[in-house]
Every structure is written in C-alpha cells, then in structure tokens.
C-alpha cells in the first residue's frame, strides 16, 4: 500500500504493477479521419506513418465530405503490432499514390475502400481474370 495517501479506499492505495520497458515500446502513425459532427459520428481511415501523405488524403478527402470536417490525428501502436501495421501502410501508400490522377482523388480513393459498393475500376491481374464486381451483382 503506499504509506502516503491514508484517506482513500485500500483498492485506491495499491501501486499499479510495473511493466517492463519493453511492452511499452510501439511506434506513432498518423489517422486521416472524417468527422461528421451534425450527425454525431466520425469515419477514420487507416493510419500511414508518411505524415505528408496523411496531408495529401486530408486534401483529397475535404471535397468529398463537403462542409464537414477531414482531420488529421497523430497515434501511436503497440511494438507487436508495427508488422501487421506495415502491410497496411503498404496498401494506404500505393492506394493513395494511385490515386491521385484521377479526376476526383477523394472519390475514388472512398470507392476502392468499398464506400460506395463493389468496385468495378481496378484492372485485372493477367488477361484471364474477370471482374469479380460483376460477378457479385449478377447473384443479386
């Protein structure tokens, strides 16, 4: 129990336990997220650890949500996490670079995330492939 602190409940004097430094370790990311403050919630994006293309998706997304608000958050991750983070930030990187000579960078970056339903613009992967957008609607 710590000695100081006489007046609160015995659950209330207990020392948290140490961790070691090691577990605390992790990295900072950057969250573009779009905040719909009229309605009452927030969309966000996944992270990228490339500040300057955290700034680039804010541009891109501002159009597209009209008068609300696109904000950039700056997090942090857990070490063990940073792997899987990679991989992520890998497929940000490359979406959002790929995106930026469309016509509406904003919309077709929502519309590869699936915003807007399947997504029929993406080109296949060899001359045989079909579009597996098609395939979906033609089920339903």
């Not at 336990?17 to 009452?40: H, M």
């Not at 792997?83 to 509406?104: Q, Y």
Request: net charge negative.
């Amino acid at each position: 129990m710590h000695p100081k602190n006489s007046i609160a409940p015995p659950g209330a004097q207990q020392l948290a336990p140490k961790r070691p430094y090691e577990s605390c370790a992790g990295f900072d990311y950057y969250e573009v997220q779009a905040v719909y403050a009229s309605e009452g919630f927030k969309v966000s994006y996944p992270g990228l650890l490339d500040e300057t293309l955290a700034i680039e998706l804010q541009g891109m997304l501002q159009p597209e949500v009209e008068n609300n608000t696109v904000r950039i958050v700056w997090a942090a991750g857990w070490a063990q996490d940073f792997d899987r983070f990679l991989k992520m930030d890998e497929r940000m990187t490359d979406m959002v670079r790929s995106v930026r000579s469309a016509e509406r960078p904003g919309h077709e970056f929502l519309a590869r995330l699936g915003q807007f339903g399947p997504y029929e613009g993406y080109a296949p992967q060899n001359g045989e492939s079909e579009s597996v957008a098609r395939e979906l609607e033609e089920r339903s």
